[in-house]
């Protein structure tokens, strides 16, 4: 196992939890904490869970909730219920609108489906004031990997409507669930609830 880090400032940043296996994080983060001890370093973890708190918070490191994970148990998931219905009516919009949903690998998609996704990405990011920001939302480089899924939503004309890629997360080297990470729709005349219709496809 390893705990990767930027330098910066004399703060040795780790972009999330140590990389191995979970049963061996005290032994990463108390070796990275003596690295960084040699170094003069303040050593410090972001993007961590809390199984990585329960290790630092007995050997007196500070700690600050910043964001939380959204993880849906899918097995007992329902679409049932008030909360759910403006999930329900984009599903049975997109039924009679004739919008379907496809699983594709970027890299092995047909070459008019990756123009596609490519001129939608592009469309998105000309109406936005900002750059990609490229550190958690990916780009068009990410779907590159033949690991990461795209979802699409497609017109009876195969005309595309919007899309999401799907990046998987590992557990001791075993995929144990999928994060979204890219969503882009049409902007003009596009399926409007094609987000809403693409997370709950997926």
């Not at 004739?98 to 990011?125: G, K």
């Amino acid at each position: 196992g390893y705990v990767a880090y930027r330098l910066i400032s004399g703060v040795a940043l780790a972009l999330g939890p140590p990389v191995g296996q979970t049963t061996r994080y005290r032994d990463y983060v108390e070796g990275f904490s003596r690295f960084c001890s040699d170094n003069a370093w303040t050593a410090c973890f972001y993007s961590a869970g809390q199984d990585l708190r329960e290790i630092t918070d007995p050997m007196g490191w500070g700690s600050v909730e910043v964001a939380q994970q959204t993880i849906i148990p899918l097995p007992t998931l329902t679409f049932g219920g008030k909360k759910f219905q403006p999930i329900r009516a984009a599903l049975n919009r997109a039924s009679k609108e004739d919008i379907h949903a496809e699983w594709i690998n970027y890299l092995t998609a047909p070459t008019r489906i990756r123009q596609q996704i490519d001129a939608l990405s592009e469309e998105w990011i000309a109406d936005r004031k900002l750059p990609e920001l490229g550190f958690t939302l990916g780009g068009i480089p990410e779907l590159q990997d033949p690991e990461v899924r795209c979802l699409l939503a497609l017109d009876a004309n195969q005309a595309l409507q919007g899309f999401t890629s799907w990046l998987p997360i590992y557990r001791n080297g075993r995929i144990e669930g999928w994060t979204v990470d890219l969503m882009r729709r049409r902007r003009n005349g596009g399926f409007a609830k094609t987000m809403e219709f693409l997370i709950a496809t997926a």
